[in-house]
């Protein structure tokens, strides 16, 4: 939330900037061993950007009607979309620090934007020919799952340059379920408790995972090899959860933070925002086949939020919740 010198807050902009780009530059990542992901032809680099402007001049705009210094919303979508044709990156980051570098360039009264954007992901599919299918590269699908998203503030530096100020990359809507191997037992009882321990759940979350480099410069830059993919987070992710039995989502969550900042060592920290929506059950599980019903829990839901730093995976408490993880081999099989 932009702000003016006296506290008062004063922002405006242009939301659902949808932008279509093809042949962008591909991307390219260091692989790492819980993910096949290695990086992204970019045929199509597509966006949902949410783009505002502040600076003290705007003020005689809302105080006034003085509309002056006032660039219409209407031309920040253009600048958008123009600019996204000539954006020669390969990471959302460094699209969004592109065009509010450009933008602080051209509005010279401008003192901060803000930019967030939704990456839409588009899947290619497969076609069958002579030696088997392959991806087609000219056909894909749109997808509705989980997507990777980044937000990015910019303010105008007492050289007249910008400086980034404020940055986050993430992934936002991961829906996992595990059919086994998660726990709930051992909370307080009292006379409001009517929940039933459980030794051995179906655990299904929802799951935001965002994170902060060290150094922006990661994240905008994808040709240095220190870009963190959303792709290999959501499989890291995936590989904890499969990989641990967790007495609960905090637990959970936890795990995957600390595995997240060990095995990306340019990150400064991560953050979780979960909720839960395990099945209601409805027949019991049968121990010889795992055979069980379940169905849509009712509402309310439950939700957790949980943040790590790079301090958090140096200190002793943590460093025993690691390895206790190591230690962890088994999962709980049907």
């Not at 910019?154 to 100020?165: L, T, Y």
């Not at 059919?179 to 459980?198: A, Q």
Request: aromatic share 12%.
């Amino acid at each position: 939330m932009m702000k003016l010198r006296d506290g008062r807050t004063l922002y405006y902009g242009k939301g659902d900037v949808l932008t279509y780009r093809t042949y962008a530059a591909p991307l390219a990542v260091t692989p790492i061993p819980e993910s096949p992901y290695c990086g992204e032809t970019n045929i199509i680099f597509a966006h949902n950007v949410t783009f505002s402007v502040s600076s003290e001049v705007l003020l005689s705009s809302f105080s006034e009607g003085d509309n002056t210094h006032v660039v219409a919303t209407d031309s920040m979508k253009n600048f958008i979309l123009r600019h996204a044709a000539a954006y020669d990156g390969s990471t959302t980051e460094g699209f969004l620090a592109y065009v509010a570098e450009a933008f602080l360039a051209q509005y010279p009264h401008i003192t901060d934007v803000e930019m967030t954007a939704d990456r839409i992901p588009f899947q290619s599919i497969q076609v069958g020919g002579d030696g088997g299918f392959n991806e087609s590269g000219l056909v894909f699908r749109r997808s509705h799952n989980e997507h990777a998203h980044a937000s990015l503030g910019m303010k105008r530096g007492a050289d007249a340059g910008a400086v980034v100020v404020s940055h986050a990359s993430g992934i936002a809507d991961l829906q996992l379920i595990k059919v086994s191997g998660s726990s709930f037992y051992g909370f307080i009882r009292d006379d409001y408790t009517t929940l039933p321990e459980s030794y051995d759940r179906p655990l299904f979350i929802f799951l935001n995972i965002n994170w902060r480099y060290s150094k922006v410069t990661d994240a905008i830059d994808g040709s240095s090899g220190a870009y963190v993919a959303a792709e290999q987070v959501r499989d890291l992710a995936q590989h904890v959860f499969h990989s641990i039995q967790s007495p609960s989502i905090q637990y959970l969550v936890c795990q995957i933070g600390l595995q997240l900042l060990s095995r990306f060592l340019q990150l400064e920290e991560v953050s979780f925002e979960s909720n839960n929506r395990t099945w209601e059950t409805i027949v019991d599980r049968d121990s010889a086949t795992g055979a069980g019903v379940y169905t849509e829990p009712r509402p309310p839901f439950g939700f957790q939020g949980f943040s790590l730093t790079r301090a958090d995976l140096e200190s002793a408490d943590f460093q025993k919740a690691m390895a206790a993880q190591i230690s962890e081999k088994s999962v709980v099989s049907p």
